[in-house]
C-alpha cells in the first residue's frame, strides 16, 4: 500500500517558468511533510519542509503548498533554473515521541530546459 | 555529505555472496537509517536504529540485516545476494532535536550478477 503517491514521474519546463508538483497522503496521522531533492551521483537533501498548522511556507523560490482537508500537499518552484534539474522527492512521517520515520513518494525528475 | 560516508560506493558481486556496505558519520546523531532507492520506486526504508541497542525493521528488511556497531557505524548486509537486490543503497542520520532532517550519504550502487 502505497501511503504517500507523488506526481509526475517526470516534469520538463522551460527556464523562466514554475515547476509544480504534487502529493497524496493516506494517513491523517502524518505530521511533518518535507520536501527532498537529489543530484545525480548524489545523495537526498531536504530542500523545504511544513508542518500542517500552516498551509504554505516559502523559501527564496520554493514554495510548498498544503491542504488538509484534501490531504494533498504541493512543491512550487518559481523561476526555474537549469540548476534545478534534479529528481525531487515528497515525504512524509508522524513525529509523535519523535519517530520521523519518512514515507517517501517515488519521486518526479524535473527538467529546466535554457 | 562529508559528514555521512559510505562504503564501498560502488560493488558488484555475484548471486549467493555475502556483501556488506558500511556507513559512518561524524555528525553525533543516534538515529540512522537504510533505504533502498529503485528507477521510478523512490526511496524504501529497509532498516533503522534510534541508539545502539536499539534496531528496527523498515518496510523491505526480507533478505538484509544490520549491525550499530557504534553509535557513528551503521552497517547493512546481504546474507544471500540475488540479483532483485540490485539497487543503490543509502545510509542516512538524523536527529529528532533538528525538527526531522535526515541526512544522507552519497549512497552506494550495488550490482548482483
Known amino acids: 500500500q502505497q501511503q504517500v503517491k507523488q506526481s509526475p514521474q517526470s516534469l520538463i519546463v522551460q527556464k523562466g517558468g514554475i515547476s509544480i508538483i504534487n502529493c497524496a497522503y493516506e494517513?491523517?496521522?502524518?505530521?511533518?511533510f518535507p520536501w527532498y531533492q537529489q543530484f545525480p551521483g548524489k545523495g537526498p537533501a531536504l530542500l523545504i519542509a511544513?508542518?500542517?498548522?500552516?498551509s504554505e511556507k516559502k523559501e527564496g523560490r520554493f514554495t510548498i503548498s498544503f491542504n488538509k482537508s484534501a490531504k494533498q500537499f504541493s512543491l512550487h518552484i518559481m523561476d526555474s533554473q537549469p540548476g534545478d534539474s534534479a529528481t525531487y522527492f515528497c515525504?512524509?512521517?508522524?513525529?509523535?515521541?519523535?519517530?520521523?520515520?519518512?514515507?517517501f513518494g517515488k519521486g518526479t525528475k524535473l527538467s529546466v530546459i535554457p | 555529505d562529508a559528514d555521512v560516508t559510505q562504503t564501498p560506493r560502488n560493488r558488484i558481486t555475484k548471486t549467493g555472496k555475502r556483501i556488506m556496505l558500511e556507513c559512518s558519520q561524524t555528525?553525533?546523531?543516534?538515529?540512522m537509517y537504510w533505504y533502498r532507492q529503485d528507477p521510478g520506486l523512490g526511496l524504501r526504508l529497509i532498516y533503522y536504529s534510534f541508539d545502539v541497542k536499539d534496531i528496527n525493521k523498515g518496510e523491505i528488511s526480507d533478505g538484509y540485516s544490520v549491525s550499530r556497531q557504534a553509535q557513528a557505524k551503521f552497517s547493512l548486509s546481504l546474507e544471500s545476494a540475488i540479483p532483485n537486490q540490485t539497487a543503490l543503497y543509502f545510509c542516512?542520520?538524523?536527529?529528532?532535536?533538528?525538527?526531522?532532517?535526515?541526512?544522507f550519504g552519497p549512497g552506494t550502487r550495488l550490482t548482483v550478477l
Open positions: 555528525k553525533g546523531h543516534d538515529r
Open positions: 511544513i508542518r500542517p498548522d500552516v
Open positions: 494517513n491523517t496521522a502524518f505530521d511533518y
Open positions: 515525504a512524509a512521517s508522524k513525529t509523535g515521541a519523535g519517530s520521523y520515520q519518512l514515507t
Open positions: 542516512a542520520t538524523s536527529d529528532p532535536g533538528l525538527g526531522g532532517e535526515q541526512f
